[in-house]
T-cell receptor
Framework: SQTIHQWPATLVQPVGSPLSLECTVE??????LYWYRQAAGRGLQLLFY??????ISSEVPQNLSASRPQDRQFILSSKKLLLSDSGFYLC?????????????FGSGTRLTVV | AQKITQTQPGMFVQEKEAVTLDCTYD???????LFWYKQPSSGEMIFLIY??????QNATEGRYSLNFQKARKSANLVISASQLGDSAMYFC?????????????FGTGTRLTIIP
């Protein structure tokens, strides 16, 4: 069965520090991968999505970046965090041309920038 | 661009009553998929139900049903016989089926509280 792992679960980082969040998927190959961010009490905002290794699209201009060094690994990074980067980050995957329920989310990372 | 609107920021419902969560969407595409997700306080996103734009019947999954009115561009979630465990945030989402671009666009959510 397919599983998605996301870590760490919580993170407190000072302003200006770097960030690296990792997401891996097991039990499938060539998935679409996504990074979403959720501000407190708000909906989900798509940050990046990837249809393949080194194929990444950015949805929102910001100081974040994403990389996909392996087929089932998706990394969200920042060189210098801002206070506005605080939020709940969710990784998700889907099969291509998926049908119902094709999106599976990780358990999320709660990031607080202080 | 597609847009999802959820106009109810919060709802309070008595346990065992049915509840309807509203969702309207905007797209010029004829082919699309509509999803509902539940997000408990733990933060995980739990898939509830899916409706394809060409599905002739409303989707149902246990106590969840989707009232799909294509002409009105609405996709309301109905929860029958609500339970305390239904207290959570609920998000409506839409996906366009373009190969390689199957992104989910979410609404702002509705916080549902079930009162014992």
């Amino acid at each position: 069965s397919q599983t998605i792992h996301q870590w760490p679960a919580t993170l407190v980082q000072p302003v200006g520090s770097p960030l690296s969040l990792e997401c891996t998927v097991e039990g499938t190959s060539n998935p679409n991968l996504y990074w979403y961010r959720q501000a407190a009490g708000r909906g989900l905002q798509l940050l990046f999505y990837s249809i393949g290794i080194d194929q990444i699209s950015s949805e929102v201009p910001q100081n974040l970046s994403a990389s996909r060094p392996q087929d089932r690994q998706f990394i969200l990074s920042s060189k210098k965090l801002l206070l506005s980067d605080s939020g709940f980050y969710l990784c998700a995957w889907s099969v291509k041309r998926q049908g119902a329920g094709g999106y599976t989310f990780g358990s999320g990372t709660r990031l607080t920038v202080v | 661009a597609q847009k999802i609107t959820q106009t109810q920021p919060g709802m309070f419902v008595q346990e065992k009553e049915a509840v309807t969560l509203d969702c309207t969407y905007d797209t010029s595409d004829q082919s699309y998929g509509l999803f509902w997700y539940k997000q408990p306080s733990s933060g995980e996103m739990i898939f509830l139900i899916y409706q394809g734009s060409y599905d002739e019947q409303n989707a149902t999954e246990g106590r969840y049903s989707l009232n799909f009115q294509k002409a009105r561009k609405s996709a309301n979630l109905v929860i029958s016989a609500s339970q305390l465990g239904d207290s959570a945030m609920y998000f409506c989402a839409m996906r366009l089926p373009y190969f390689g671009n199957e992104k989910l666009t979410f609404g702002t959510g509705t916080r549902l509280t079930i009162i014992p």
